[in-house]
């Protein structure tokens, strides 16, 4: 479901938020865009935004 805020997580996204060094909780993060390259996610609550670049080619056989 989208709003203005943004919408859920994918399973693939959800896993690229997890192996992140920053141990970011994929619960609480709403995505913004997402172009293959580079993920834009908003925090549900404070509004925070942070930009996660990636290879298209990671996690396909997740």
Do not use: F
């Not at 997890?18 to 993060?29: G, I, M, S, V, Y």
């Not at 925070?48 to 996690?59: D, L, M, N, Q, T």
């Amino acid at each position: 479901m989208k709003d203005e805020r943004g919408r859920r997580l994918t399973r693939k996204q959800k896993i690229l938020l997890a192996k992140q060094p920053r141990k970011l909780n994929p619960a609480n993060w709403l995505c913004i865009s997402d172009d293959g390259h580079l993920l834009e996610i908003r925090h549900r609550t404070s509004g925070r935004v942070a930009y996660i670049p990636y290879s298209s080619k990671e996690g396909q056989n997740v």
